[in-house]
């Protein structure tokens, strides 16, 4: 169960957590969150995005934003294609970071490679798991990232994006091969790259 222990262990006051969502899907960007929370509140209800309800998480989202410093980040598909999915993604972590009202004093970073910051990090395995921080900060990027992928699903309908949030799912791979790519697929992917190569 995710606990205050790990920004505890870090010794000072702002401490932010970080984690992305959107490494897997085939379109769509990827989008990264920054949370310094108040340890004060006990966060009732915070866990990993990806054990909550669409829901709950909604509902949290909005706990966050009242009670805790919020920054968020996204990386282009352009910038997923040009960079790779590894370096887009620290892209995001960073930009997220910098768009904090203040600067943190150190940060937890979900998963095992850091991104450059300003401050001193911990690379935290699992660690939406383990920090509520990083559990937070899931929270509010896997929402943001929803909602953006809910409005390109109205512009570019027949995928599913507003349901399977751009993963390779049957029915994002059918329609696919069915309506081809758009300008919000991944082009370096290999399902994307193959529908290409296949269109020519």
């Known amino acids: ?6 920004e505890a262990a870090c010794g000072c006051v702002r401490v932010c957590g ?3 969502v959107g490494r897997g899907p085939w379109a769509g960007p990827v ?3 920054a949370v310094i929370l108040d340890r004060d509140w006990d966060a009732d209800g915070v866990d990993d995005s990806k054990r909550l309800t669409a829901a709950a998480r909604t509902r949290l989202r909005r706990e966050i934003e009242a009670r805790a410093q ?4 996204q990386a282009s598909v352009y910038e997923i294609d040009r ?4 370096s887009a993604t620290l892209l995001a972590m960073r930009r997220a970071v910098a768009a904090l009202p ?3 004093e150190c940060a937890l970073v979900d998963g095992n490679r850091l991104p450059d910051l300003p401050c001193p990090a911990q690379a935290v395995t699992r660690g939406d798991a383990r920090s509520l921080s990083i559990a937070a900060a899931s929270i509010v990027a896997k929402v943001e990232r929803d909602r953006l992928m809910a409005g390109l699903a109205a512009d570019f309908p027949g995928y599913g994006w507003e349901r399977n949030a751009g993963y390779g799912t049957p029915e994002h791979a059918a329609a696919l091969e069915r309506l081809g790519v758009t300008p919000h697929h991944r082009r370096s992917f290999a399902p994307v790259a193959r529908r290409l ?3 020519r």
């Open 1 to 6: 169960m995710a606990d205050f222990a790990l």
């Open 18 to 20: 970080v984690d992305e």
């Open 31 to 33: 989008v990264a969150a």
């Open 70 to 73: 919020v920054g968020t980040g």
């Open 83 to 86: 960079l790779n999915i590894l």
């Open 102 to 104: 203040c600067m943190p």
């Open 197 to 199: 190569a296949g269109a």
